[in-house]
């Protein structure tokens, strides 16, 4: 049977009014000539991992409660739907907003699946202005291997090993980190060694984090559970940053095509330059329902057929919004012209960007295979295998 799900996606006027607020909040504050000047600011191919981030504007964002916006009210957020804060990453993927907030919104989803009272504990943290981000994966960007394990001591749970692929680690004052459970880790903690990875995209950090003898605190037992009730969260969240993403490739493309003039016309009067972005509007039109479509489905599950539904409405998002940043950021390069392959160009920032994007939690290609391992009913996903290659989110361009 069908999940009942509203016609408006549960998208209210509360919703509506914080969409447009962070709308002119973040075109004030992020013009694209200062976050190029923020995060561009050095073209050497061979400059060492940096984050650029302005930390006032974060604590700007924890003044207003948008880092907390799904964390329920007993914890002292603001417990809006996760429609609201889709519509806010949405937003912030914009204007390719450096800041720990993506992060954070996805750890916020993995500590309410915890329910315990430790995770409710660091869910309070967060509401005090506490960045968060989750460290789970392997090397192999899975998390099929435990690459961190927890073993006891007479100070508590100890951790040793490597988690990869850690996003804003920079960023953020507090760790998820998966060990057989969960654990609450503080970024400061004697032994937690940060290695920066070089990434593409200039608008977010990455890092392996390395574990030796870590006091650790246990958010919940069984960390695959937590993870996978979270996972489709987690990955609309994402695919609404990356339509936003797209959404700015798009109208930015759009302006230049009417300005840009070739033969004694502007380049969009041509049918080379007006279709692709024809095709590129409809595959944002086309994600971004799916992104809701997923909000929604996750807002309204009653039962475990409702779950299975959502997650496939998030998969569904993710693959679209991954092939649609694929596209986008191709032909916002191409349809530039000579400009758009250069460092001034802003058109860049956003491709590295999308790049990034498109294979965190899996591509579109990985994506399809496990939707088709849910409507086959193949218990517990034995024959998946993530089809995203770990070099490509590391490689340096």
């Keep these: ?212 003898r870590v006091n650790a605190t246990l958010l919940a037992d069984q960390a695959d559970l937590v993870l996978g009730l979270s996972e489709p969260a987690r990955l609309t969240l994402l695919a609404a940053d990356m339509v936003g993403a797209a959404e700015w490739q798009l109208q930015t493309t759009v302006e230049y095509a009417k300005s840009r003039v070739q033969f004694d016309h502007p380049i969009g009067f041509f049918q080379a330059v007006k279709h692709p972005l024809v095709d590129l509007m409809v595959q944002v039109d086309q994600a971004r329902a799916l992104v809701y479509a997923a909000a929604c489905a996750i807002d309204h599950q009653a039962d475990p057929a409702d779950a299975v539904q959502a997650e496939k409405y998030a998969r569904m998002a993710k693959a679209s919004a991954s092939d649609m940043a694929s596209f986008a950021a191709k032909k916002s390069t191409q349809l530039h012209g000579g400009i758009g392959f250069t460092w001034e160009c802003f058109v860049h920032l956003y491709a590295k960007r999308q790049k990034h994007s498109q294979v965190m939690m899996g591509d579109a290609t990985y994506q399809r295979r496990v939707l088709a391992d849910i409507v086959m009913g193949i218990p517990g996903g034995e024959m998946i295998v993530r089809s995203w290659e770990p070099s490509l989110a590391i490689a340096f361009l």
């Design 1 to 212: 049977m069908k999940m009942r799900q509203p016609g408006d996606f549960g998208f209210d006027e509360s919703c509506a009014q914080l969409k447009q607020a962070a709308r002119s909040f973040f075109q004030k504050k992020v013009p694209t000539q200062a976050l190029h000047k923020l995060v561009a600011d050095d073209p050497d191919p061979f400059r060492a991992p940096v984050a650029k981030w302005d930390k006032a504007l974060w604590q700007e964002l924890v003044q207003l409660g948008w880092h907390a916006v799904v964390v329920p009210e007993s914890a002292g957020g603001v417990d809006m739907p996760l429609v609201a804060a889709a519509s806010l990453t949405e937003e912030a993927g914009r204007v390719a907003l450096p800041s720990p907030l993506l992060s954070t919104l996805q750890s916020c989803c993995v500590l309410m699946a915890c329910n315990t009272p430790a995770a409710h504990a660091v869910l309070e943290a967060v509401v005090r202005g506490c960045a968060v981000t989750l460290a789970v994966l392997d090397q192999q960007g899975t998390c099929q291997t435990g690459s961190v394990t927890a073993s006891q001591a007479d100070n508590g749970d100890l951790l040793d090993g490597v988690a990869y692929f850690a996003q804003d680690v920079a960023k953020c004052d507090m760790l998820i980190v998966r060990a057989g459970g969960l654990y609450a880790v503080p970024v400061n903690s004697p032994g937690v060694k940060i290695v920066p990875d070089h990434i593409v995209d200039l608008t977010r950090d990455q890092a392996h984090i390395e574990f030796n």
